[in-house]
């Protein structure tokens, strides 16, 4: 039963979290390091979470520590096709009360989580992404922690935005807009590289009051599992949320065949996401309704410096933004152009700072740069590597190197190409590799175009220069090479509520993770016209006679 609430609630406006330093000394340093040794100390199962039943299934996979693969933290138990399709049926049954219950009730739920996170849970969830995920504590920091934190506050805040927004009303009439959940269940397909990322893709759709099947990628399962863990300690309704680790061929074809399937939030590859794209158009005249697609995916992101540009700014945007967790993010640089007149300056800026880099495991905080996520990516990295050095245009200047004895790691890599549609400069890498292209200082419009044209991918980009005709140079010519566009700064890190994140072309639908047009996304709205004093008699003043 509902209970009746008699007022017009505002949520609280929110701040995007302090993100904390971890400097010597500081208390925060040594909490962190203390839920770092308890993590690493033991070994802790991990089950499927189905309308909120722990489900074993017997069927096992390893969380390791990628700059220590001998070091297992946890086992995790698989879904097949049978706890798909339970969990399928959990979200449905939980649909019936999560989509009447009153959405200020519902956004309390995520409200709570996010200040469990802050308070209860930051270094134990910091603690398990640099573990799992070989993480820095200030990349774990600015992800598990804050990025997932600001996720909550602020998609409570948008769904209040929605909500309230609503159209006019004429004399007589009252108008309004109810925004109802998709009718079915939201299948979440969560990557590996930001537990911020697969923190909100189930926690969206949600929050506007729909239930959804969770599937992690194998190789982040450690802290999706302690948010679901911490979302139940808010208060989440059990079959709201149902967590299912396993091979998304098993779990994904289920759902993505089943006629109730309503929307997918996906972040991860292109080629997987269009092939759900395709599945789902095969199969489209046998859903309830048109199901919502939403993916952000790969990204092959730029920065292009103009003649006047800062030397010392590139430099440290370049090391930042390429190399900064071990380039597996989609936004990180991986190709740059540079004018000739620059070259050497900025050549040496980035042997200085890049030869100095300390690489290792992420429990020693001096290191800036850590593993790579598995063996799968450091064969696919490595080949890239391999590729460039029998490559008769390209020469690996910095780097190059690799060792995956004990962990997967890859010194940080940078390439000079003279051609600018070499391999590394078109295709995704999703590492520690920087390929440039040095230009002449007269060819700027011509690189800009050169730019625009060499990716199918349209995420992320920069210039950088002390000029507003090349800053707008820049952002006429490459309008649709990039959904998140820096001017004068490093291409990745973008804010929630500050920054909306998302590419157009191969890199997905642009929604925009981090604002209310993502949220609109999981809403059906429906019109509401009452009349007051409707007309009784069905003639018009135009029918009467002179």
Same mark, same amino acid.
């Given at each position: 039963?509902?209970?009746?609430?008699?007022?017009?609630?505002?949520?609280?406006?929110?701040?995007?979290?302090?993100?904390?330093?971890?400097?010597?000394?500081?208390?925060?340093?040594?909490?962190?390091?203390?839920?770092?040794?308890?993590?690493?100390?033991?070994?802790?199962?991990?089950?499927?979470?189905?309308?909120?039943?722990?489900?074993?299934?017997?069927?096992?996979?390893?969380?390791?520590?990628?700059?220590?693969?001998?070091?297992?933290?946890?086992?995790?138990?698989?879904?097949? #096709? $049978?706890? *798909?399709?339970?969990?399928?049926? &959990?979200? @449905?049954? %939980? +649909? =019936?009360?999560?989509?009447?219950?009153?959405?200020? #009730? $519902?956004? *309390?739920?995520?409200?709570?989580? &996010?200040? @469990?996170? %802050? +308070? =209860?849970?930051?270094?134990?969830?910091?603690?398990?992404?640099?573990?799992?995920?070989?993480?820095?504590?200030?990349?774990?920091?600015?992800?598990?922690?804050?990025?997932?934190?600001?996720?909550?506050?602020?998609?409570?805040?948008?769904?209040?935005?929605?909500?309230?927004?609503?159209?006019?009303?004429?004399?007589?009439?009252?108008?309004?807009?109810?925004?109802?959940?998709?009718?079915?269940?939201?299948?979440?397909?969560?990557?590996?590289?930001?537990?911020?990322?697969?923190?909100?893709?189930?926690?969206?759709?949600?929050?506007?009051?729909?239930?959804?099947?969770?599937?992690?990628?194998?190789?982040?399962?450690?802290?999706?599992?302690?948010?679901?863990?911490?979302?139940?300690?808010?208060?989440?309704?059990?079959?709201?949320?149902?967590?299912?680790?396993?091979?998304?061929?098993?779990?994904?074809?289920?759902?993505?065949?089943?006629?109730?399937?309503?929307?997918?939030?996906?972040?991860?590859?292109?080629?997987?996401?269009?092939?759900?794209?395709?599945?789902?158009?095969?199969?489209?005249?046998?859903?309830?309704?048109?199901?919502?697609?939403?993916?952000?995916?790969?990204?092959?992101?730029?920065?292009?410096?103009?003649?006047?540009?800062?030397?010392?700014?590139?430099?440290?945007?370049?090391?930042?933004?390429?190399?900064?967790?071990?380039?597996?993010?989609?936004?990180?640089?991986?190709?740059?152009?540079?004018?000739?007149?620059?070259?050497?300056?900025?050549?040496?800026?980035?042997?200085?700072?890049?030869?100095?880099?300390?690489?290792?495991?992420?429990?020693?905080?001096?290191?800036?740069?850590?593993?790579?996520?598995?063996?799968?990516?450091?064969?696919?990295?490595?080949?890239?590597?391999?590729?460039?050095?029998?490559?008769?245009?390209?020469?690996?200047?910095?780097?190059?190197?690799?060792?995956?004895?004990?962990?997967?790691?890859?010194?940080?890599?940078?390439?000079?190409?003279?051609?600018?549609?070499?391999?590394?400069?078109?295709?995704?890498?999703?590492?520690?590799?920087?390929?440039?292209?040095?230009?002449?200082?007269?060819?700027?419009?011509?690189?800009?175009?050169?730019?625009?044209?060499?990716?199918?991918?349209?995420?992320?980009?920069?210039?950088?220069?002390?000029?507003?005709?090349?800053?707008?140079?820049?952002?006429?010519?490459?309008?649709?090479?990039?959904?998140?566009?820096?001017?004068?700064?490093?291409?990745?890190?973008?804010?929630?509520?500050?920054?909306?994140?998302?590419?157009?072309?191969?890199?997905?639908?642009?929604?925009?993770?981090?604002?209310?047009?993502?949220?609109?996304?999981?809403?059906?709205?429906?019109?509401?016209?009452?009349?007051?004093?409707?007309?009784?008699?069905?003639?018009?003043?135009?029918?009467?006679?002179?």
């Amino acid at each position: 039963m509902n209970l009746l609430n008699n007022a017009v609630i505002e949520t609280p406006y929110p701040e995007n979290e302090p993100i904390l330093d971890y400097a010597p000394g500081t208390e925060a340093r040594r909490k962190l390091k203390e839920a770092l040794k308890e993590m690493a100390g033991k070994r802790v199962e991990i089950p499927l979470v189905i309308g909120g039943e722990r489900i074993t299934t017997g069927d096992m996979g390893q969380v390791v520590m990628p700059h220590d693969h001998n070091h297992v933290l946890a086992e995790y138990h698989k879904a097949s #096709e $049978r706890e *798909a399709r339970l969990a399928i049926e &959990a979200a @449905l049954e %939980a +649909r =019936k009360t999560w989509q009447s219950m009153r959405w200020e #009730e $519902r956004c *309390a739920i995520f409200l709570k989580a &996010a200040e @469990l996170l %802050a +308070r =209860k849970y930051r270094y134990l969830i910091n603690a398990g992404s640099m573990l799992s995920t070989s993480k820095n504590a200030f990349q774990a920091e600015i992800d598990a922690a804050c990025e997932l934190i600001d996720f909550l506050r602020f998609n409570v805040h948008f769904a209040e935005r929605i909500y309230r927004e609503q159209p006019r009303s004429a004399p007589g009439i009252w108008n309004y807009l109810q925004h109802r959940p998709l009718e079915g269940f939201v299948l979440a397909v969560t990557p590996f590289n930001f537990t911020a990322i697969a923190g909100n893709l189930p926690s969206a759709p949600a929050i506007m009051g729909n239930t959804v099947v969770w599937k992690p990628a194998s190789s982040c399962v450690y802290t999706p599992h302690l948010f679901m863990q911490i979302l139940e300690e808010a208060g989440l309704p059990a079959g709201v949320i149902n967590f299912l680790p396993g091979p998304g061929r098993l779990v994904g074809d289920v759902c993505l065949k089943d006629p109730n399937l309503a929307g997918v939030h996906f972040t991860g590859s292109t080629a997987v996401f269009q092939q759900m794209w395709r599945t789902i158009g095969e199969h489209i005249a046998t859903y309830k309704s048109y199901p919502r697609i939403v993916g952000e995916t790969g990204g092959k992101d730029f920065v292009v410096v103009h003649q006047d540009a800062d030397v010392d700014q590139v430099v440290t945007a370049l090391v930042r933004g390429a190399f900064e967790y071990q380039g597996q993010k989609c936004s990180a640089v991986s190709r740059a152009y540079i004018p000739q007149s620059l070259w050497k300056h900025i050549r040496s800026g980035l042997e200085r700072e890049l030869t100095s880099l300390p690489v290792g495991p992420p429990q020693d905080f001096r290191n800036f740069v850590n593993a790579v996520i598995d063996r799968q990516a450091f064969t696919s990295i490595t080949g890239f590597i391999d590729q460039a050095r029998q490559d008769s245009t390209s020469e690996i200047i910095i780097g190059g190197g690799s060792n995956d004895r004990t962990g997967y790691f890859i010194e940080p890599t940078v390439i000079v190409t003279k051609d600018p549609q070499s391999r590394t400069m078109v295709e995704e890498i999703f590492g520690p590799v920087l390929t440039i292209y040095v230009y002449e200082d007269d060819a700027y419009l011509e690189t800009l175009e050169i730019c625009d044209k060499t990716s199918r991918y349209a995420l992320t980009g920069a210039v950088f220069s002390r000029s507003r005709a090349a800053i707008s140079l820049a952002l006429a010519k490459l309008e649709q090479a990039a959904g998140n566009f820096y001017i004068n700064d490093k291409p990745t890190g973008a804010v929630v509520g500050q920054q909306p994140f998302g590419g157009g072309r191969a890199s997905g639908t642009n929604d925009k993770a981090g604002f209310y047009t993502n949220l609109l996304r999981w809403v059906s709205p429906r019109t509401v016209k009452e009349t007051f004093l409707p007309p009784t008699t069905p003639g018009y003043p135009f029918l009467e006679q002179e």
